[in-house]
């Protein structure tokens, strides 16, 4: 029996992630999948424009250059984007060669073995993830349009059930961030970065513009004592911060631990997170992690991390780096899992070339379109 009329007669069952989900009713794409065909697999780098200088306690960008990559077989065309991050020595470039390297194993692969594909994926090489998250973008994607179902009914997940994303104010002056704060307004969470001698000043800026709404902060690393630390959590509480995300840096286990048994907020992991196999040591140090698929590799290992954090009890966090819709229409398809969304990326720039998901009430919105649901700008 071939492919199509196996899926015709029993509906489809798709394997994600390890975890078997019957969709039942979902109606399948008519397309003739021809078996060993090859698929052509190309890129492209984009220029995404900030609106504002945006600021960490790291570095200063004013643009980021993304490569998307497409996926093609049999007519259908799947898309991914990669967020190159120098925290992790990646660039443009590298993630081009990861591209290049999964040339030959895309040559001859069936998309429908997309879990075995994903694997294959993430031992690439070592590292670069990013490139390795466009590549599982476009795979999913390509399976998803196949089926003709969007990626959250084939992991059985309701959309409605996600949570409120924040919006991040990035690290200026306390004049501009009161500003970026009022441009802001339509957002029902903020996130606010810190990290420097000053932090004090930022979220006194903030709160004279949003006094009651709801603020997290992320120090990206950038606290280095954890006296001091623990001084800063207790000023911030006083001002009602929800949650802390990465005060130290990732290599300071012990200190965040001394600092999560006396912090009267959670703190999250961010930059300490990748993968699936840093989560039971951090779950020692932390309350929670923040997910990006950017730095798990992709769509499928972002999914087996949610359910070993869930195992070990710990809070979760979709984020994002600077990103378009096509990355954040991903991600926000496994958002009704999460307790927190940070998916703003899209929000951050000025000419996102594509159009996916969208924000409704301070909620990011899936669409019901096959795959991740996106089209070009």
């Not at 476009?138 to 084939?154: E, F, Q, R, S």
């Not at 991903?330 to 000419?351: E, H, P, T």
Request: with cysteine; glycine share 8%; aromatic share 6%.
């Amino acid at each position: 029996m071939e492919r199509r009329d196996f899926l015709k007669t029993i509906g489809v069952a798709a394997v994600a992630t390890g975890v078997t989900t019957g969709l039942g009713g979902v109606a399948c794409s008519k397309q003739k999948f021809t078996k060993g065909s090859g698929m052509k697999l190309s890129y492209e780098i984009k220029q995404l424009n900030l609106r504002h200088t945006w600021t960490i306690a790291r570095n200063s960008s004013n643009f980021k250059q993304n490569v998307f990559v497409k996926l093609e077989k049999d007519g259908i065309v799947g898309i991914g984007e990669a967020a190159p991050n120098v925290r992790y020595d990646e660039t443009p470039e590298s993630t081009i060669e990861v591209v290049k390297k999964a040339m030959p194993l895309f040559a001859n692969a069936d998309p429908f073995e997309f879990v075995q594909l994903g694997y294959d994926i993430q031992n690439l090489c070592e590292g670069q993830t990013a490139g390795k998250c466009a590549l599982d973008i476009a795979l999913m994607d390509w399976v998803g349009k196949a089926l003709n179902t969007p990626l959250y009914k084939l992991w059985g997940l309701d959309p409605k059930k996600s949570p409120l994303t924040s919006f991040s104010i990035g690290i200026d002056t306390p004049e501009v961030m009161a500003q970026k704060t009022r441009e802001a307004e339509p957002y029902k969470i903020l996130k606010v970065k810190v990290g420097k001698p000053n932090d004090e000043d930022f979220i006194k800026a903030v709160r004279s513009v949003a006094p009651d709404k709801p603020i997290r902060v992320d120090a990206n690393e950038g606290w280095h004592d954890k006296e001091d630390a623990i001084k800063k959590i207790e000023w911030l509480v006083k001002n009602g911060i929800e949650f802390i995300e990465q005060p130290m840096p990732s290599h300071m286990m012990e200190e965040t631990a001394w600092l999560r048994d006396r912090s009267p907020i959670p703190i999250i992991a961010d930059e300490a997170v990748k993968s699936t196999k840093d989560i039971p040591k951090l779950a020692e140090a932390y309350d929670g992690i923040n997910i990006k698929i950017m730095k798990s590799g992709g769509l499928q290992e972002a999914m087996r991390m949610i359910w070993l954090a869930k195992s070990l009890g710990m809070k979760i966090m979709i984020g994002c780096m600077i990103e378009s819709s096509v990355a954040i229409t991903a991600a926000a398809q496994m958002c009704s899992l999460i307790d927190y969304a940070d998916l703003d990326g899209n929000l951050l720039i000025s000419n996102d070339p594509f159009v996916g998901a969208t924000l409704v009430d301070g909620r990011v919105v899936v669409n019901d379109k096959p795959g991740i649901g996106v089209k070009e700008a």
